[in-house]
């Protein structure tokens, strides 16, 4: 939101907190939506908290040894931490940071829950069937796993070896506090007091999502993360996938936050391949 008054973001930056009509008198807003105010000289960073009506300036928090690159990448922090929104959706392009945000952001609430699952479907380059693969089941799947043990180790490569912070994340692997698994593996089950984050969802149907959101007991958190514009099953499009179908079917919901980010931060060839190819 551009143009706005610089005496409008600085009481955002002085009080943290303001009435949503001090900012805006008449526009309805979304609830749990992030807005940037702006103007030419300044800007803040602000959330539309659907309980209370009120306006709270976003800081750009680290979580587990990762620092937000931008405005988006702040939000999806804020929404991953928020304790009142147990459903949130992250959409963007590969090299946004999905995924590490999700995952680093649920290893700094560790403590709130009794384990965190990373979890994503199987659809095998160009939907050849993983049976063909040689190996054992174990080394069929795991190459669709690696992307996920990526991440983790990204942020494990955050601390020395010798510090208090990798041992800490070791031991979760080692106790089962973090389960990195194929979604097919975890289906059937009920979810409480979980931090559940399914990666690569817009390759899920409408119907998978459904019943994932339907298992989740007390104390439950669920993420999905994807790009609607990278389909790997020909059965579905940016459309008809199911993560296009939550984020249209759940917009406005108290309980449920969206964000999309829309800036690379992996590398300018990535982005380059993002624009152009």
């Known amino acids: 939101m551009e143009n706005i008054k610089s005496e409008t973001i600085d009481n955002v930056y002085s009080n943290n907190i303001l009435s ?28 539309n908290d659907s309980d209370d009506g009120n306006i709270y300036r976003v800081e750009k928090t680290s979580v587990s040894g990762i620092t937000p690159r931008n405005a988006e990448q702040a939000f999806a922090i804020h929404s991953l931490l928020n ?39 199987i659809v095998p380059l160009g939907n050849k069937d993983i049976g063909y693969l040689p190996g054992d089941i174990s080394s069929k799947i795991n190459p669709y796993m690696e992307p996920l043990w990526d991440n983790f180790k990204y942020i494990q490569n955050q601390y020395k070896e010798t510090s208090k912070e990798f041992k800490v994340l070791k031991n979760m692997i080692d106790s089962e506090k973090l389960v990195i698994q194929p979604l097919a593996y975890i289906r059937g089950r009920s979810f409480s007091n979980i931090y559940f984050i399914v990666d690569e969802a817009q390759n899920l149907t409408p119907h998978e999502i459904k019943t994932i959101i339907s298992r989740a007991g007390e104390n439950t958190k669920i993420i999905f ?53």
């Open 20 to 47: 949503k009509k001090e900012i805006f008198p008449r526009k309805k807003l979304s609830d749990n939506s992030y807005y940037v105010l702006k103007n030419s000289k300044k800007s803040a960073l602000i959330y």
């Open 225 to 277: 993360a994807g790009d609607i514009n990278q389909i790997d099953t020909p059965y579905l499009d940016s459309q008809s996938n199911g993560l296009s179908y939550l984020i249209d079917k759940l917009k406005g919901q108290k309980l449920y936050s969206h964000v999309t980010l829309r800036k690379g931060e992996r590398s300018k060839l990535a982005n380059l391949a993002n624009e152009l190819l």
């Open 83 to 121: 304790e009142k929104i147990p459903l949130v959706s992250i959409n963007g392009v590969a090299g946004t940071g999905k995924t590490l945000l999700a995952l680093a952001s649920a290893i700094s609430q560790r403590r709130s829950f009794k384990q965190i699952f990373v979890a994503r479907p």
